[in-house]
């Protein structure tokens, strides 16, 4: 081992480090509980969510991003075709339309109101933060019964990415995008 890679190996003891991934043409870099970087060689745009951990069984779909201030989150302004969350420690990773997640988050029960409803939004409270972050804590297998989603090893992801840029692609074609 040469000094220069005994050095990096010595930085990175203690710490956890940032997976790079490639997919079909995709250079994802996830840091550890935080933002993905990603260079895309097709037009489908992706949000990323990442937690280190999955705690409590439930998606975290970001109502505001800061309350006080009326700015919404996420879960309402982000224009992205897909949502990948991702849990760090156990490699979790789910992939779904994020249209559909909203439509299916707003879908109305029989007693006409809409499904998100059911959860209870919350403060987010787990970093601190100046924000005043709120969102809607929805258990994961209940978006995973609804949407058909399954969770997902990276291994699979690649092939389930693969069929999502086809499926993207064949709707731009027919123009149902």
Known sequence: MSSHDQNETESA????????IFI???IMIVAACGAAVVFSDWLASREHKCEY???????????????????????????????????LRSGEVYLMKLPALRAWAYQHDVEGVPRIH???????????QLN??????????????????????????????????L?????????TK
Not at 167 to 175: A, K, T
């Open 132 to 165: 005043d972050t709120w969102g809607y804590c929805v258990k994961i297998e209940d978006v995973c019964a609804g949407m058909n989603i399954k969770t997902r090893a990276l291994p699979q992801l690649l092939l389930d990415e693969y069929e999502l840029k």
């Open 118 to 128: 059911r959860y209870k939004e919350r403060v987010q409270a787990r970093h601190g």
């Open 13 to 20: 003891r203690g710490s956890v480090q940032a997976p790079a």
């Open 167 to 175: 499926d993207y692609e064949r709707s731009l074609r027919n123009g």
């Open 53 to 87: 951990a999955n705690t409590y069984g439930n998606f975290f779909l970001e109502t505001f991003s800061n309350k006080r201030t009326g700015k919404l989150g996420w879960f309402y302004t982000n224009g992205a075709d897909f949502l990948l969350y991702h849990f």
């Open 24 to 26: 079909f043409g995709v």
